[in-house]
């Protein structure tokens, strides 16, 4: 549902609440010594009225089950209440970037709080080499309807030919849709990703071979093949907006260095310092520029949705890279620090 939606029996009926005085969980916090350094104090959430509260689709066993057994380290422990705070429904900011060495557990503690969260889990994303515009519009493989209507009908009769089953179930293996063995289907939606980093004309190139390869072994016109090409479709974002998933932006620091640029107002809109944010795109269609757009609306919002980032330091080398400027100001930060001495 959309949390602007959300009745208050609905709420509590999402509240698992740790922290309270029957139920106490630890935490940590900072605080400047005599010498104005930091030190780290760990005590306990223990109030009744204020419990550290998790809201979840999951029963209150399981949430506070998983909580204590992955239990953060003492030095991050604020990291996991921050991420549980900032998941509350009334709360603006649905975003947190985590930044560290390699294997400190920036995305196994996210991972922790999406699947005590949400039975679904999280959806990961690995940013790794990526053009961060893709999250908002994503190139997508259109094999045309033509090429579709006809290879849909060969498989409906039973005629698809074992060539086409090898080439199909090599190039994407989740595509045929099978029922007791017998394939009965495919689903288009499995063979539409374009490799990362693939460029529009290689993306294109492969998929015209593909499907003439496939049109030889069943004999379809070759014309059909005239009609592939590659389209936009609007990203990820949009995806868990609209399904309230808990996103995870893996080694979000290694993307294409310059492309958070694209995502400036996203932020903005992430952060809660806007209410609705539209993503605009234009492409060419049969020659001609078409301009297609989405608006994301906090009103619309559903409930459960929240994007993490996680990213490795800059040190780590070349391939890791900062952030402009403009996407740190918009962006909570917190940084994994060496392991202390209590963790």
């Known amino acids: 549902k959309k949390i602007s939606g959300l009745s208050p029996e609905e709420l509590n009926e999402l509240s698992k609440t740790l922290g309270t005085s029957g139920l106490p969980y630890p935490a940590s916090h900072f605080v400047t010594d005599a010498a104005g350094k930091l030190q780290m104090e760990i005590g306990i959430i223990a109030d009744d009225a204020h419990p550290l509260t998790a809201y979840s689709n999951r029963s209150h066993d399981y949430v506070v089950g998983q909580l204590y057994r992955r239990m953060a380290i003492p030095s991050l422990l604020h990291v996991q209440k921050e991420s549980l705070l900032r998941r ?28 005590a969260c949400d039975a679904r889990g999280a959806d990961v994303v690995d940013c790794g080499g990526r053009n961060l515009g893709d999250l908002l519009w994503e190139q997508v493989i259109d094999y045309g309807e033509d090429f579709k209507t006809a290879l849909t009908e060969r498989i409906r009769s039973g005629k698809l030919t074992a060539e086409s089953v090898n080439v199909i179930e090599k190039r994407y293996p989740e595509a045929l849709v099978k029922e007791d063995g017998k394939i009965i289907g495919i689903d288009w939606s499995k063979t539409a990703a374009a490799e990362q980093s693939e460029t529009d004309e290689a993306a294109l190139e492969r998929s015209i071979k593909f499907a003439k390869t496939i049109a030889e072994y069943e004999s379809i016109p070759t014309q059909t093949v005239n009609s592939v090409g590659i389209k936009k479709i609007p990203g990820v974002i949009k995806r868990w907006h609209e399904e309230g998933r808990t996103g995870i932006l893996d080694e979000y620091t290694k993307s294409v260095e310059g492309s958070d640029d ?82």
């Open 88 to 115: 509350a429904p009334e709360s603006k900011s649905r975003v947190m970037l985590i930044l560290g060495k390699p294997g400190t557990g920036k995305s196994g503690g996210a991972k922790t709080i999406a699947d």
């Open 262 to 343: 694209s995502l400036q107002t996203v932020l903005q809109y992430l952060n809660g310092e806007i209410d609705e944010v539209t993503g605009t795109n234009t492409m060419k269609v049969a020659g001609r520029d078409e301009t297609y757009s989405y608006t994301l609306k906090r009103s619309e919002m559903k409930t459960g949705f929240f994007v993490y980032m996680t990213g490795n330091d800059q040190e780590d080398g070349v391939s890791t890279h900062m952030l402009s400027k403009s996407a740190y100001s918009r962006l909570p930060v917190f940084k994994i620090e060496d392991p202390l001495s209590v963790d």
